[in-house]
């Protein structure tokens, strides 16, 4: 994975989120920006929240909407544009992805910080080759080999990232049903286990188990992951994955209530040291 890749995500969030600022400072609705680009409003707000790509003549126009007319602030925000629509590595996989997914990927790339709640399996960026092979397969029925390779082939890149020199931080709470719902044979769990055991001793990994002996905690909604990022202007995101579509979520009440959750899922806990106790003994008794 080329450093520059994810950064095409984060261009089309600091574009969306500049043309937000000057539409809103310039008194234009979202409806009446639309309409000059012949685009309907959802689809200003997809731009400015960075889900989509940006046409330039696009960009031009709205700009002369809001005023914009000294050439080295266009060019500069148009040069923006045409780096924000560089395709990232994940491209290439998109036959084999949900609509919904290469978004994340590349969100995911881009994050200083990702903090995880999983609860159905061990979270994509934690498996082994066996252990996601498994998951694919239950996850895709009736896949050809090759469209389970290819989706493997994806999870595993995607792990790159979290062993880069310049690796973002991960904290990641697993519940035990994660851990002791089997996917794959007894040798795959195992080696998943073990697998957990070494991971969560690097350095940028804080891995925490919430034991089913804790009874009802925050996590009671589900899944859900917290991406961070280096920029000072991009608000921190919520994914939630679904059956057919995803959901991300940048309000900074919905955002406050995850991290909330994620705190007291923390908290509640035991510590990354005895969470590492805890994968250890379930690695002996499986």
Known sequence: ??????????????????????????????????YSIRAS???????????????????????????????????????????????????SYTDVLPSWFPTYVGLEGAASLIRVYE???????????????????RGMKGASPADVDRRVALRLERQKHLFAHSAPEFHFVLDEAALRRPYGDREVMRGQLQHLIEVS???????????????????????????????ADLSDVVYMEQLTSALYLDKREDVAQYEQALKELQQDSPGPDESRDLLRGLLQLS
């Open 201 to 231: 001793e690097r350095p940028n990994v804080r891995l925490q188990i919430m034991p089913f002996g804790f009874g009802g905690h925050s996590g009671e909604s589900g899944a859900f992951t917290i991406l961070s990022f280096p920029d």
């Open 41 to 91: 409003e959802s689809k200003i707000s997809r731009m400015e929240l960075g889900r989509v790509s940006f046409k330039t003549r696009d960009v031009e126009d709205l700009l002369t909407l809001y005023g914009i007319t000294d050439g080295t602030e266009r060019e500069s925000l148009l040069s923006l544009a045409r780096e924000a629509n560089v395709a990232g590595w994940w491209h």
């Open 119 to 137: 609860v159905q399996f061990v979270h994509g960026l934690l498996q082994t080759e066996e252990y996601a092979r498994a998951v694919v397969r």
């Open 1 to 34: 994975m080329s450093a520059g890749e994810p950064g095409s995500v984060v261009r089309r969030m600091l574009l969306g989120s500049q043309l937000r600022r000057l539409r809103e400072a310039r008194g234009v609705t979202r409806e009446a920006a639309g």
